[in-house]
């Protein structure tokens, strides 16, 4: 690949696009960033050390299209003006991954799936690193690839896709791929289409071949459906916590069981991450390890001694004998079903913030089996009102989290739960979900 001189304009100065910068900078290229809305402080930094141009607050629309290559960052829709533009004038578009990739020889082993994917990354990679194998993760987690392919060059690349980054798939191609679900999620970026949806995520079988591999949920109707409706010549191996897998894996009397070469089993109390959700998350990593002959005893062990990722069922602390639980991460209906479903105490349940059109009728029987009180934490917890009011005899309303812990603890007793899991993203009353997470576990600790 030669970009020595070539003119790259990325759009949009995110962890993404100031990857993909690094990475032509790197490459010999003359490289232009531009973000409609503003940088944070750390990139600019980065962008100014390297002597790489940016703009912010818009776009220099000439500029850009006298461009020989445009780069976008993932969270910029290919309807906005700008990639429009290009699109006009023939100018070629591609993603931060689709770049990244042509630069490295690492084998990339791909996850997908609405939820569960930064769970099974850190998964895989913790399995690999226990077994001594040359490997980072990357993508939708910790940094971008283009940034980790300008600066290591490792055996195995564990790389975490959204359905934003699937959509811009070229010529990349996964080694092994893995696909853990698919509900209703970001549907306003598919014209609230479930099923065009679901086709951005199959999309990570895109370019493989009959040596490569795919890892699916083989009880999910929607990703049967999409599979019997296409030609996979790759080898597949499926996961269920329902029938037996003869490649693949599947969990059923409280054992986990992988084929792959030979038969793996332990019991599903001795893995690290509880519910059944992360049964199907150990069952999918597991398996990936397999394929790449990692020893049986390994994998086992990793399954058993994993730390889960930060602000996703995250355990904080015990006090008094009640059990503060921190998953922050889980910003829609379907994430949150699993952390309700994973609860084995009498749970007080922190829900709320910008509501993403939730439907929450579906987590009705959940709440009616685990949930004692509810603290809503948002700025309009109207819908929350109105699904739960009558479904639990306490419900109240906290406008900060210092509040809600203090109404938990209040509500609370010994052998009982207290779990953050909003159901909606943090925007209104917070900057992100990690800060929201942040300001729970300070909360929990200042009790």
Not at 70 to 80: D, M
Not at 185 to 202: F, P, Q
Request: aromatic share 8%; glycine share 6%; hydrophobic share 40%.
């Amino acid at each position: 690949m030669h970009f020595e001189g070539q003119n790259i304009a990325i759009i949009g100065g995110g962890e993404s696009g100031v990857g993909a910068a690094i990475l032509a900078n790197k490459m010999g290229a003359n490289v232009f960033v531009s973000d409609a809305g503003l940088l944070k402080e750390n990139y600019k930094s980065e962008l100014q050390q390297l002597n790489v141009e940016y703009e912010e607050s818009g776009h220099d629309l000439d500029r850009i299209l006298k461009a020989n290559l445009v780069i976008k960052s993932p969270g910029i829709p290919n309807t906005a003006a700008v990639i429009q533009s290009c699109n006009v004038n023939s100018v070629n578009v591609i993603s931060e991954i689709e770049f990244a990739a042509k630069f490295t020889k690492a084998k990339k082993i791909c996850i997908t799936g609405s939820n569960g994917k930064t769970t099974t990354t850190m998964l895989v990679y913790h399995i690999f690193k226990n077994a001594g194998i040359e490997v980072s993760f990357a993508g939708n987690v910790g940094k971008s690839f283009a940034r980790q392919v300008a600066s290591i060059e490792p055996a195995y690349f564990i790389i975490e896709l959204s359905s934003f980054q699937l959509d811009d798939i070229q010529d990349f191609r996964a080694d092994i791929s893995i696909l853990l679900n698919i509900t209703p999620d970001h549907l306003d970026r598919y014209e609230n289409n479930l099923s065009l949806y679901a086709d951005s995520k199959m999309r990570i079988t895109k370019n493989q071949s009959a040596s490569d591999w795919f890892i699916y949920n083989a009880d999910d109707q929607i990703i049967d459906e999409k599979m019997s409706q296409m030609e996979l010549p790759m080898r597949l191996a499926g996961f269920s916590l329902k029938n037996p897998q003869n490649i693949g894996g599947y969990s059923i009397s409280d054992q986990l069981i992988i084929n792959i070469k030979e038969q793996l089993s332990m019991s599903i109390h001795d893995l690290a991450l509880k519910g059944k959700h992360n049964t199907q998350n150990s069952l999918a990593a597991g398996i990936a390890a397999r394929i790449v002959e990692i020893r049986k005893d390994i994998v086992r062990q990793s399954l058993e001694d994993f730390v889960n990722v930060e602000h996703r069922l995250e355990f904080v602390a015990k006090v008094n004998g009640i059990e503060f639980i921190n998953d922050s991460k889980a910003t829609n209906i379907n994430s949150t079903w699993f952390a309700l479903e994973s609860m084995e105490k009498p749970t007080i349940w922190i829900v709320g913030g910008v509501d993403k059109g939730n439907d929450y009728n579906e987590l009705l029987p959940l709440v009616d089996e685990k949930v004692k009180a509810i603290i809503c934490l948002g700025e309009n917890n109207d819908k929350i009102k109105e699904a739960f009011c009558d479904k639990v005899e306490t419900l109240v309303e906290a406008r900060s989290a210092v509040e809600a812990v203090a109404y938990a603890y209040r509500l609370a007793r010994k052998d009982e739960s207290v779990l953050l899991s909003p159901a909606c993203a943090s925007f209104d009353l917070f900057d992100s979900y990690e800060d929201r997470g942040n300001q729970f576990k300070q909360a929990v600790r200042m009790l």
